[in-house]
Protein backbone atom coordinates (compact mmCIF):
# COMPACT_ATOMS: atom_id res chain seq x y z
CA UNK A 1 0.00 0.00 0.00
CA UNK A 2 0.92 3.67 -0.76
CA UNK A 3 -0.47 6.54 0.69
CA UNK A 4 0.08 10.03 -0.88
CA UNK A 5 -1.24 13.50 0.70
CA UNK A 6 -1.35 16.96 -1.25
CA UNK A 7 -0.91 20.07 -1.04
CA UNK A 8 -0.11 23.64 -1.57
CA UNK A 9 -3.18 24.17 -4.12
CA UNK A 10 -4.98 27.91 -3.52
CA UNK A 11 -6.18 30.57 -5.01
CA UNK A 12 -3.54 32.81 -6.99
CA UNK A 13 -3.70 35.60 -10.28
CA UNK A 14 -2.62 35.27 -13.98
CA UNK A 15 1.13 34.72 -13.79
CA UNK A 16 1.28 33.91 -10.09
CA UNK A 17 2.90 30.52 -8.44
CA UNK A 18 2.50 28.12 -6.65
CA UNK A 19 4.23 25.17 -5.44
CA UNK A 20 2.48 21.47 -4.59
CA UNK A 21 3.82 19.05 -2.52
CA UNK A 22 3.20 14.80 -2.51
CA UNK A 23 4.13 13.42 0.48
CA UNK A 24 4.36 9.44 -0.42
CA UNK A 25 4.28 6.95 2.75
CA UNK A 26 3.62 3.31 2.86
CA UNK A 27 5.58 0.70 0.42
CA UNK A 28 7.73 3.43 -0.89
CA UNK A 29 10.42 1.19 -2.10
CA UNK A 30 7.94 -0.28 -4.75
CA UNK A 31 6.81 2.99 -6.62
CA UNK A 32 8.18 3.37 -9.95
CA UNK A 33 6.75 6.85 -11.22
CA UNK A 34 5.21 9.76 -9.51
CA UNK A 35 3.28 12.00 -11.13
CA UNK A 36 0.79 15.23 -11.26
CA UNK A 37 -2.26 15.13 -13.30
CA UNK A 38 -5.34 17.49 -13.81
CA UNK A 39 -9.11 17.37 -13.79
CA UNK A 40 -11.84 19.53 -14.60
CA UNK A 41 -14.96 18.62 -13.84
CA UNK A 42 -16.64 16.53 -16.58
CA UNK A 43 -13.32 15.84 -18.37
CA UNK A 44 -10.32 13.46 -18.97
CA UNK A 45 -7.63 13.58 -15.83
CA UNK A 46 -4.22 14.14 -17.74
CA UNK A 47 -1.00 13.84 -17.06
CA UNK A 48 0.85 17.38 -16.57
CA UNK A 49 4.47 16.15 -15.54
CA UNK A 50 5.74 13.01 -14.25
CA UNK A 51 9.18 11.36 -13.02
CA UNK A 52 10.61 7.98 -12.84
CA UNK A 53 12.79 6.27 -10.84
CA UNK A 54 15.54 6.74 -12.82
CA UNK A 55 14.58 10.63 -12.58
CA UNK A 56 13.82 10.99 -16.33
CA UNK A 57 10.56 14.11 -16.57
CA UNK A 58 7.91 14.31 -18.85
CA UNK A 59 5.06 17.75 -19.22
CA UNK A 60 2.64 18.24 -21.14
CA UNK A 61 2.87 20.58 -23.84
CA UNK A 62 0.84 23.13 -22.07
CA UNK A 63 3.31 23.44 -19.51
CA UNK A 64 6.68 22.74 -20.46
CA UNK A 65 8.79 26.54 -19.84
CA UNK A 66 6.47 27.21 -17.08
CA UNK A 67 6.46 23.98 -14.41
CA UNK A 68 9.35 22.22 -12.97
CA UNK A 69 8.46 18.33 -11.36
CA UNK A 70 11.40 17.39 -8.59
CA UNK A 71 11.03 15.26 -5.79
CA UNK A 72 12.82 14.88 -2.28
CA UNK A 73 13.93 11.27 -1.68
CA UNK A 74 15.04 12.32 2.00
CA UNK A 75 11.88 13.46 3.09
CA UNK A 76 9.44 10.96 0.20
CA UNK A 77 7.93 14.00 -1.81
CA UNK A 78 7.54 15.32 -5.10
CA UNK A 79 7.25 18.78 -5.53
CA UNK A 80 5.20 20.66 -8.77
CA UNK A 81 6.35 24.22 -9.02
CA UNK A 82 4.24 25.82 -11.39
CA UNK A 83 4.90 29.51 -12.11
CA UNK A 84 3.36 32.20 -14.99
CA UNK A 85 -0.38 30.59 -14.08
CA UNK A 86 -2.76 31.15 -16.50
CA UNK A 87 -6.61 31.01 -15.83
CA UNK A 88 -6.49 27.78 -18.21
CA UNK A 89 -4.15 25.67 -15.05
CA UNK A 90 -7.15 25.79 -13.01
CA UNK A 91 -8.31 22.36 -11.73
CA UNK A 92 -7.96 19.88 -9.61
CA UNK A 93 -4.43 18.37 -9.33
CA UNK A 94 -3.77 14.81 -7.97
CA UNK A 95 -0.73 12.95 -7.26
CA UNK A 96 -0.19 9.27 -8.52
CA UNK A 97 2.10 7.06 -7.89
CA UNK A 98 2.74 3.81 -10.05
CA UNK A 99 4.37 0.28 -8.81
CA UNK A 100 4.60 -2.94 -10.72
CA UNK A 101 0.98 -3.68 -10.12
CA UNK A 102 -1.29 -0.47 -9.24
CA UNK A 103 -2.07 3.36 -9.08
CA UNK A 104 -1.96 5.35 -5.63
CA UNK A 105 -4.19 8.60 -6.13
CA UNK A 106 -3.84 11.05 -3.72
CA UNK A 107 -7.01 13.25 -2.36
CA UNK A 108 -6.45 16.14 -4.77
CA UNK A 109 -5.90 19.89 -4.20
CA UNK A 110 -7.44 23.07 -5.68
CA UNK A 111 -5.84 24.91 -8.08
CA UNK A 112 -7.62 28.37 -9.01
CA UNK A 113 -6.34 30.93 -11.45
CA UNK A 114 -8.03 34.07 -11.27
CA UNK A 115 -7.54 37.90 -11.33
Known amino acids: QVQLVESGGGLVEPGGSLRLSCVASGSIFSINFMGWYRQVAGKQSDLVAG???????NYADSVKGRFTISRDNGKNTVYLQMNSLKPEDTAVYYC?????????WGQGTQVTVSS
Open 51 to 57: ITNSGRV
Open 96 to 104: RATTTRQHY
